[in-house]
């Protein structure tokens, strides 16, 4: 099969979009991902996976603090979406006038969302160009509201939905994002979270 064919299959496994949120040292940001999943079956032992690539400041800012938020949006959010995930936080405060607040583990919690979770991070998976975190969700909420609203925005959504004048911009950060990928995939290091036996 074309590489090309496996690549589109393989979209149809991808997650919802969700925000993911940090906090390193009094700096707080928000980035978007399409890599989320649960991951557990333990309604008592909820937890969360996110791909991560190595080359966006969130990266650092979780794998550093251990903690993250990840909220499941609605499906007219695509604003901040596009606030959130076309542009990194390293030159911009991408938060400072999105409505947020601290959670109970330090990360940042939109007020804006159909529901978000608290995350610590468990354990990591390297893959060469990304990490795979593993998160025990530690608390759950819906932002502000007191109960989910709205539809979830799922990528396939997102993808054809966006405005127009946005999908140079996104082809050409995901090709980017290719690359940088390609280059690194097979250099897959072992890395032990911090606390685990080695
Ligand atoms: C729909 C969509 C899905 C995305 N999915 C991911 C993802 O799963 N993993 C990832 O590392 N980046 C993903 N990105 C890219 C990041 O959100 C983007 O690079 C962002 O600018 C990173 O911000 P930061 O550098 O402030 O952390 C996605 C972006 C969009 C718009």
Redesign the pocket.
């Known amino acids: 099969m074309h590489p090309d064919e496996v690549y589109q299959l393989l979209r149809t496994l991808t997650s919802p ?1 969700v925000a993911i949120t940090a906090e390193r040292d009094g700096k707080r ?8 999943v649960r991951a557990s079956i333990v309604p008592a032992i909820p937890r969360v996976s ?4 190595k ?5 650092d ?1 979780i794998f550093d603090s251990g903690r993250f938020g990840l909220h499941l949006l609605r499906d007219d959010q695509f604003e901040l ?2 606030r ?7 030159t911009r405060d ?1 938060l400072a006038d999105m409505p947020h607040h601290v959670g109970k583990l330090g990360a940042p919690v939109l007020d804006d969302c159909h529901a978000h979770f608290e995350c610590a991070v468990a354990n990591v998976m390297d893959t060469g160009s ?1 990490t795979c975190f593993l998160g025990d969700v530690v608390e759950v909420g819906y932002g502000k509201a007191s109960r989910p609203t709205g539809v979830v925005m799922t ?1 396939a959504y ?2 054809a939905n966006m405005p127009s004048e946005w999908r140079p911009e ?1 082809e050409a ?1 995901l090709k980017a ?1 290719q690359r940088f990928a390609a280059e690194r995939s097979r250099d897959i290091k072992s890395v032990v979270w911090r606390g685990l036996p080695a």
């Open positions: 979009v940001n928000g980035m978007i991902a399409d890599s989320a996110v791909y991560i690539h080359f966006n400041y969130s990266h800012m979406i596009h959130l995930g076309f542009g990194s936080g390293r991408k990304s990528a997102f993808r996104y950060q994002a």
